[in-house]
DNA sequence: CCGGTATGGGAAACCGTTTTCCTACCGAGA
DNA sequence: TCTCGGTAGGAAAACGGTTTCCCATACCGG
């Protein structure tokens, strides 16, 4: 089983801190910790000193043992291929550096049984809450672990019962009415939809607000949904290609987001379809990519980043709020954040003006 | 300052499961880790019941402290907002999830400062090792934290000296060299080079095979580099504009990154100077955007997915080399990656078989 | 001179595991 | 009968911090 201790040079402890600054260890965490101690500026400046001198690091994990909590959390995402995602981490991230949490990664590719792993993996990891932007797991799943005691907030996705646990999403409802409403403004009849899975809720109300505004429009939807099996690039082209194969073809179709949207543009291009000429495009998201002069994908920003910074602010508020106001935790919140169709080439019209490479346009 | 213990549901302990099965801690201990310790097979049972009864999850926090490893790995990239990044995680954590490991994430943004910071948070949280993709930080700051005994692996970049510091690479000469001089190849004379920044290594490697590239083959190079600022995609366009806007413009660029080579597009399109008529562009790194029907950016493949593979595993050896062979650790190896042009549109070249939607192209 | 309050700091229990010893039993060989 | 080796499992000391008590002063007013 090999040495205990091997090569690992010697750590330097706390009670190594003390015993130069010729103090009990008590005090030294006294210092370290920002609570109101009675610590006289002599001995501050030793503590100071002798840390600095040792190159004292405290050691997290067993802080968090004591303290039972860890300044850690969990964020799980499907896949961070789609830009989306790293958009939303960059969110994350931003908050969780500024409030001094550090981020376990986790993602997910699409496996509920990957999912469960890494959530087990982070709950035993002693992470103080999760950010859930992954997507497998049921409804009944998400709230057995908040009911568990686990702190989650899920960020572009929500329950169907919104009042179990906290969510940042965008507004669906409206992102997608305007995306197909815009393209029925386009002269469109016949408008066919890509749908996501249908188990991840978003979709599935994207899936239901077109089927509804197209309705209220007197519209056809027979015939003009597919759906994708996955929310990955290759999975839109199969779908776009059922679409296009058909016998009345759709003239334009709103995709469940950009992602597949690249897979269908791609699909359109293999078989020589021009966009907007031959079908107009509106996707969901506002991925980077979307912008590119070689796209222009006209789609519906998710503010993924916003999401982000919302989620993890919200995730931390709840998990201080355990820790500080008595145990009275927050009441669980639906927060929608508004959004807007961003027009650009594949739906038909002429782009707005430029917006150069700002990475996202929010 | 509150509670202490507020709301939190009491934990499932060790201890709760030895009570419960009727043995002492140390034997559920035995029990769980893969020790190869002498446990009846009732016993056995008993203690697999009692868990089970409990859904016990063990407190890794714990674990990490008497064991002296956390299980965890740090992973710090400049941002994840560039493609070549998610690729790289991706292939980083199917490594670490196969091999138990949970990955830690930080993001420098460019920033040194940032990167010291998450740096010393990571070491903090005792992560057994280090993946560094980010760039920042100077050849000697990092042999410094090797010599203070932490593991790491340098990805996708390296050091002057390359014995100080693993690192999984691809082929930047070569890499370099074959984009140079197809480009020559199509008959180009005026070539520009849309340089990285040159306090990271493997841009400075690039720059220098342009350089002697041209020089053997008797062409210019003054005035004929432009350096951007970050690797950025908005730093792209403005480098860009710099080439084009001399007096005798490059009729061929090489950039040194494919999201810097994204902003040149831009650039580009923005002034109307066509691609590959006007100007012929080549790029490093093949992340995904690159093989998009309208980008078609002929570029290096960079191999992001096997580099992250590769140097996760081997930071994974040299850790449990660590533990295992008494203490011998693995000599420092740098693993060089063979690399390919993936000829696309931007170089004047028909595209290769259209390399349908796989995401990478490995 | 005495009690009370603001300061300053030490001792020790505790967080939840792992691991090292130690003991104890059992059957076998001498 | 006495060891000895293989099994089985318990006790307790770590791991490196935090936090609760508790004890000393010093200084104040009365």
Same mark, same amino acid.
């Given at each position: 089983m090999g040495n205990r201790f091997p090569t690992e040079t010697k750590r330097v402890t706390i009670a190594d801190v003390a015993a130069l600054a010729g103090v009990s260890k008590g005090t030294v965490s006294k210092f370290l910790g920002d609570g109101d101690y009675y610590i006289a500026e002599a001995t501050r400046g030793r503590i100071a000193a002798a840390i600095a001198e040792l190159d004292f690091?405290?050691?997290a994990l067993a802080r968090g043992l004591v303290r039972r909590r860890s300044q850690t959390v969990g964020v799980v995402v499907a896949s961070v291929l789609n830009p989306l995602y790293p958009e939303m981490i960059t969110?994350?991230?931003?908050?969780?550096?500024?409030?001094?949490?550090t981020l376990i990664f986790g #993602?997910?590719?699409g496996s509920s049984v990957k999912e469960a792993d890494v959530i087990r993996s982070m709950?035993?990891?002693?992470?103080?809450?999760?950010?859930?932007? #992954?997507?497998?797991?049921?409804?009944?799943?998400?709230s057995q672990l908040v009911d568990a005691g686990l702190d989650v907030v899920l960020a572009s996705r &929500?329950?169907?019962? #919104?009042?179990?646990?906290?969510?940042?999403?965008?507004?669906?409802?409206?992102?997608?009415?305007?995306?197909?409403? &815009?393209?029925?403004?386009?002269?469109?009849?016949r408008i066919g939809h890509l749908a996501g899975p249908q188990n991840v809720y978003p979709f599935e109300i994207r899936r239901e607000v077109f089927e509804r505004v197209m309705r209220q429009a007197g519209l056809p939807v027979n015939g003009l949904i597919s759906v994708a099996e996955s929310t990955r690039q290759e999975s839109g082209a199969p779908a776009m290609a059922e679409l296009l194969g058909a016998d009345e073809p759709p003239t334009a179709v709103f995709v469940a987001n950009d992602s597949l949207a690249i897979g269908a543009i791609e699909?359109?291009?293999?078989?020589?379809?021009?966009?907007?000429?031959?079908?107009?495009?509106?996707?969901?998201d506002n991925i980077w990519v979307a912008h590119l002069h070689g796209v222009q994908?006209?789609?519906?920003? #998710?503010?993924?980043?916003?999401?982000?910074?919302?989620?993890?602010?919200?995730?931390?508020?709840?998990?201080?709020?355990?820790?500080?106001?008595?145990?009275?935790?927050?009441?669980?919140?639906?927060?929608?954040?508004?959004?807007?169709?961003?027009?650009?080439?594949?739906?038909?019209?002429?782009p707005e003006p430029p917006d150069p490479l700002t990475g996202s346009s929010n």
């Open positions: 690091q405290p050691n969110g994350i991230d931003e908050v969780l550096g500024e409030r001094g949490y #993602s997910t590719e709950q035993q990891r002693q992470v103080d809450g999760i950010v859930m932007a #992954s997507v497998t797991l049921q409804d009944a799943e998400v &929500h329950m169907r019962r #919104s009042d179990l646990v906290d969510a940042v999403i965008v507004d669906n409802e409206d992102g997608a009415r305007q995306a197909v409403e &815009h393209l029925i403004a386009h002269g469109h009849k699909a359109c291009a293999a078989r020589g379809v021009r966009i907007p000429d031959d079908v107009a495009i509106v996707g969901f994908l006209t789609t519906v920003d #998710s503010r993924a980043r916003e999401i982000g910074r919302n989620a993890a602010h919200r995730l931390l508020d709840r998990i201080e709020a355990r820790w500080n106001d008595g145990g009275h935790p927050h009441p669980v919140e639906l927060r929608m954040l508004p959004t807007r169709l961003v027009r650009r080439g594949t739906c038909g019209c002429t």
